[in-house]
């Protein structure tokens, strides 16, 4: 792969200027410049310790846990591929790549099973060799052994590619789905500088996979805002390079590219379209192939609402959660409820099945407070723990100006934002603080005061009567 811009004239440049430029590179890097990514995957040799995508050497991990040694190498076992056979009905051909000398006929035969590959133009497909001579098998024709998912290319589109688009948070997930296979073959196969035709609105970019196959020529140039790369993944007359590996290039959909002829061999590509998806991280409440009536709790709180004993009059049920969700930050709450993950989410995701009312609040820890506290009539005295003071919703740090010189503790809690004191049956202890609000605080001189809150599910039971099972 090379850079085919602006790189000839910095032996000529001054440190000063080399740095200028360095530093309007990564600027422009930071902007969103990274408009494509590529790599490449071993194969694992026949006979050695093929397909596990982790090396060899990796020490076995301990029982119940996953071993992260042995990460530094993503091998691919070599790829199988399977289509329909042109010449009798119901026929099914196979070659494995890179090809052993005895598979050339298969090779070839998979070639000419192909058909010519069209291309868009005008919302019409178009087949004009002078402007794209390559071949195709559409996805109903064959399926193959690779899978990008397991090689991690996908992870690495997802951390490098999705975070400069909108909304393409770290919270987001790339969904890819295999488009074509086609050959460019030599002499002459070619596809002339053209952008993607985007399929559907979350469609961000594509992925082309060359797999392992003697080609020369056939480079792929991706071209955004005046740069360029060129990936070359021909390997005859290259020395060095084998057609041993699997190699890759993702890029934007707003990318114009193109395939330089191919002079010699057949250059064969798997083609996938990049979706933006609800990622890992922000699933819950929004992961449809989720099915929370196979989780093990669910079964155990339905039957227990089907109790008319349970909770007869109705009443909150209260779970702090088990992780931390930094749930007082600003940008962390944008992403909650859906960031909820383990346990928490399951429960998340059981409550709403079960048609229960349930939503993540903050509950304010104000027991420093509860000595003076005067705003609690005598009678709920002993009911004071329970009578949390639950958030309407989640709320950034507030940093107030209220001062308990002449503040009454009802005005500065009232600085937190709206609350209810409910009632509450906790079923776990607290266990993750965030700052809910410093404030002044004044004994014998003004200090900072600080008041802590945890993240809850606060789920409301209706009476028995009126549950909706
Ligand atoms: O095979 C390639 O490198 C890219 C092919 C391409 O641009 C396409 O299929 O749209
Ligand atoms: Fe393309």
């Known amino acids: 792969m090379s850079s085919s811009n602006g790189v000839r004239s910095l032996a000529d440049m001054s440190c000063d200027s080399l740095l200028s430029q360095l530093g309007k590179r990564i600027e422009e890097q930071k902007n969103g410049a990274t408009y494509t990514i590529g790599g490449s995957i071993p194969i694992t040799k026949p006979g050695s310790d093929g397909g596990s995508p982790q090396s060899s050497s990796a020490a076995p991990p301990e029982a119940g846990k996953p071993s992260t040694q042995g990460l530094a190498q993503a091998l691919t076992a070599p790829i199988t591929i399977r289509w329909d056979s042109t010449t009798a009905e119901g026929l099914i051909s196979k070659v494995t790549l890179p090809c052993e000398p005895g598979d050339a006929a298969s090779l070839e035969k998979l070639v000419n099973d192909c058909q010519p590959a069209?291309?868009?133009h005008n919302g019409k497909d178009i087949y004009d060799e002078t402007y794209r001579k390559a071949t195709k098998l559409d996805t109903t024709a064959f399926s193959s052994t690779f899978n990008p998912y397991e090689v991690g290319i996908i992870d690495a589109i997802a951390q490098v590619l999705l975070p400069s688009l909108p909304g393409g948070d770290i919270f987001r997930g790339v969904r890819a789905e295999l488009y074509k296979l086609n050959v460019y073959s030599g002499p002459s196969g070619k596809f002339k500088?053209?952008?993607?035709t985007p399929r559907g609105s979350a469609q961000f970019g594509s992925l082309v996979v060359c797999l392992p196959c003697d080609h020369d020529g056939g480079e792929l140039v991706v071209r955004h805002q005046g740069n360029g790369i060129i990936y070359n993944w021909g390997n005859i007359g290259t020395e060095g390079t084998d057609a041993a590996e699997i190699q890759w290039a993702a890029f934007y959909s707003d990318?114009?590219?193109?395939?330089?002829?191919?002079?010699?061999?057949?250059?064969?590509?798997?083609?996938?379209?990049?979706?933006?998806?609800?990622?890992?991280?922000?699933?819950?409440?929004?992961?449809?192939?989720?099915?929370?009536?196979?989780?093990?709790?669910?079964?155990?709180?339905?039957?227990?609402?089907?109790?008319?004993?349970f909770m007869t009059k109705g009443g909150f049920l209260g779970i702090y959660c088990s992780h931390a969700y930094a749930h007082t930050?600003?940008?962390?709450?944008?992403?909650?409820?859906?960031?909820?993950?383990g346990s928490d989410m399951a429960l998340y995701e059981i409550f709403k099945a079960l048609n229960l009312e349930v939503d993540l609040k903050p509950i304010l820890n104000d027991g420093a407070l509860y000595d003076s506290d005067e705003d609690l009539p005598d009678s709920e005295e002993e009911d004071k723990s329970k009578r949390k003071r639950i958030g309407d919703k989640l709320y950034a740090t507030e940093y107030s100006d209220v001062s308990t010189e002449w503040a009454t503790k009802r005005e500065l809690l009232e600085a937190w934002g709206n609350h209810a004191r409910e009632t509450v049956v906790w079923l776990t202890r607290p266990k993750h603080s965030g700052v809910a609000m410093t404030y002044l605080a004044y004994g014998n001189q003004a200090e900072l005061g600080i008041m802590y809150s945890y993240a809850a599910l606060i789920v409301k039971i209706p009476a028995f009567t009126k549950r909706n099972l």
Do not use: W
């Open 255 to 309: 990318c114009e590219h193109e395939v330089l002829e191919v002079k010699s061999g057949h250059r064969i590509t798997l083609t996938y379209n990049l979706y933006i998806t609800s990622g890992s991280g922000d699933l819950a409440g929004r992961c449809p192939s989720l099915d929370p009536t196979a989780l093990p709790l669910y079964e155990a709180i339905l039957s227990m609402l089907e109790l008319p004993a």
């Open 118 to 120: 069209t291309f868009g």
């Open 329 to 341: 930050h600003e940008e962390s709450i944008k992403h909650l409820p859906g960031s909820l993950k």
């Open 193 to 196: 500088a053209h952008v993607d």
